[in-house]
C-alpha cells in the first residue's frame, strides 16, 4: 500500500485526484498506476485501469489471475468490473468511497453471484492515510 500511496502523491502534484494503485505478483510490482483523468483526457485513466493495463504489458497477458490490486481508495463500478475481467485474486484498499465505491460503500460489485470470477476482499488498509491524502486535495481545491 505504500506504492499505492507514492503513486497517489504522484497524481497530487499533477492535479489530479490522488487515487494510486499498483499491481502485485509474486511479491514484484507489475503494474503501477495513478489517475490521469485530467492528464490524458481520458475519462477511463483511473489509477486502477492504469495498473491493469501496465500490468497486462508486463506480464504478456490480459488475465491477472496471480495478482492482487492495492489501491488507495474503494473502488468504482468501472474500475471493479474490469478487475473481475482481468480476474485479480485479490484487491485491497484504503480508505472507502461513501459516494462512488463499488465495493461495499455505494455497491457490491464484486458480489455479484452471476459472476464468473470471485476477488477476496481486504478492506481499511491504512485508511487514515489514504484518506488524508484524498482530504488535503480536496481542501485545497475548496480554498
Given at each position: 500500500m505504500?506504492?499505492?500511496?507514492?503513486a497517489?502523491?504522484?497524481?497530487?502534484?499533477?492535479?489530479?485526484?490522488?487515487?494510486g494503485?499498483?499491481v502485485v505478483?509474486?511479491?514484484?510490482?507489475v503494474g503501477?498506476?495513478?489517475?490521469?483523468n485530467?492528464?490524458?483526457?481520458?475519462?477511463t485513466a483511473?489509477a486502477?485501469i492504469?495498473?491493469?493495463?501496465?500490468?497486462?504489458?508486463?506480464?504478456?497477458?490480459?488475465r491477472l489471475?496471480?495478482?492482487d490490486?492495492?489501491v488507495?481508495?474503494?473502488p468504482?463500478a468501472?474500475?471493479?468490473g474490469?478487475?473481475?475481467?482481468a480476474r485479480?485474486?485479490?484487491?485491497?484498499?484504503?480508505?472507502?468511497?461513501?459516494?462512488?465505491g463499488?465495493v461495499?460503500s455505494v455497491l457490491?460489485?464484486?458480489?455479484q453471484?452471476?459472476l464468473n470470477?470471485?476477488?477476496?476482499?481486504?478492506p481499511?488498509?491504512?485508511?487514515g492515510?489514504c484518506?488524508?491524502?484524498l482530504?488535503e486535495?480536496f481542501?485545497?481545491?475548496?480554498a
Amino acid at each position: 500500500m505504500q506504492e499505492a500511496l507514492r503513486a497517489a502523491r504522484r497524481a497530487l502534484e499533477s492535479g489530479e485526484v490522488p487515487i494510486g494503485a499498483v499491481v502485485v505478483s509474486g511479491g514484484r510490482i507489475v503494474g503501477r498506476g495513478f489517475n490521469r483523468n485530467i492528464t490524458d483526457s481520458d475519462p477511463t485513466a483511473h489509477a486502477e485501469i492504469v495498473a491493469l493495463r501496465e500490468a497486462g504489458a508486463a506480464t504478456g497477458n490480459y488475465r491477472l489471475g496471480d495478482c492482487d490490486l492495492y489501491v488507495t481508495v474503494e473502488p468504482c463500478a468501472m474500475c471493479a468490473g474490469a478487475m473481475v475481467q482481468a480476474r485479480i485474486r485479490r484487491l485491497i484498499y484504503g480508505a472507502a468511497d461513501p459516494k462512488a465505491g463499488a465495493v461495499h460503500s455505494v455497491l457490491g460489485v464484486l458480489d455479484q453471484p452471476g459472476l464468473n470470477h470471485t476477488i477476496e476482499v481486504s478492506p481499511g488498509v491504512l485508511r487514515g492515510r489514504c484518506a488524508e491524502i484524498l482530504q488535503e486535495f480536496f481542501r485545497a481545491r475548496r480554498a
